[in-house]
């Protein structure tokens, strides 16, 4: 068999079980990025920043059928089969760029409108209801304090009516914490914003590098169709098996 078509078809054979894993793997990066938004839900008034999550979720779901297809296609060496799989290729490789696209644009907007969002959630504390659930989540989950650090408290109603404290969910040891900004080594003294912001930053550069992976493999499946189908048509007539 031809070198370069037996090496065509063995990247294409891969690429199809590629797919596979791709899709259960992007159907977890999806997730993740998704339950890593929605537990701090209350503090991004953009929810398009989600919009990178869905993408890839909606990519994940394709590509177990694809990878079926891609493999009776290249097996049989179906030129109509390995064209449909050359655009289905093209067409994922073509949303995955866009997702990296987006992702991109919503790293940005993600770091200017946080601390305001985050200031208008900590005004609202008031030991009920959701805001005062996501903050207490956010300050315990993260071991901070407070949007910029643990004085912003200073500023807050919530401080002023309880004989300026802060919260139980800033302290390290909550039953031997006094929450008194002049014992700051109880408490948890780094701001909340700064930390919320590496996070959800982290969470989409993580995204971001396995869309760039997947969409490297893509691009090679794409030549891999080209080779196979020119090499078919200009030397080669009919069916072929893998191994010769």
Do not use: H
Not at 159 to 183: A, G, H, Y
Not at 216 to 243: A, D, H, N, W
């Amino acid at each position: 068999m031809d070198c370069g078509i037996f090496t065509s078809k063995s990247i294409l054979l891969f690429l199809s079980l590629v797919f596979w894993v791709a899709g259960a793997a992007l159907a977890y990066v999806g997730a993740y990025v998704i339950k890593s938004y929605d537990n701090f839900d209350s503090f991004i008034q953009d929810k398009y920043t989600l919009v990178p999550a869905a993408i890839i979720i909606g990519v994940s779901v394709v590509m177990f059928i694809f990878g079926l297809v891609g493999c009776c296609a290249t097996l049989r060496e179906s030129k109509v089969g390995l064209s449909f799989f050359f655009l289905i290729i093209m067409g994922i490789f073509a949303t995955e760029v866009a997702a990296l696209v987006f992702s991109f644009i919503y790293q940005g907007k993600i770091n200017t409108d946080l601390e305001r969002s985050m200031n208008d959630v900590f005004m609202k504390y008031d030991e009920q209801g959701a805001d005062t659930k996501a903050v207490n989540y956010l300050q315990t989950q993260l071991e901070c304090c407070g949007v910029l650090n643990y004085t912003s408290w200073s500023n807050t109603t919530w401080f002023r009516n309880n004989n300026n404290t802060v919260p139980v969910s800033c302290c390290k040891n909550s039953t031997q914490c006094t929450r008194r900004l002049d014992q700051p080594e109880q408490l948890n003294t780094q701001g909340c914003e700064v930390k919320l912001n590496r996070l959800l930053q982290g969470v989409l550069g993580y995204a971001m590098l396995v869309i760039l992976g997947f969409a490297v493999i893509k691009f090679f499946g794409m030549l891999s169709v080209c080779v196979i189908t020119c090499r078919s048509g200009s030397r080669r007539s009919g069916y072929q098996p893998l191994y010769a």
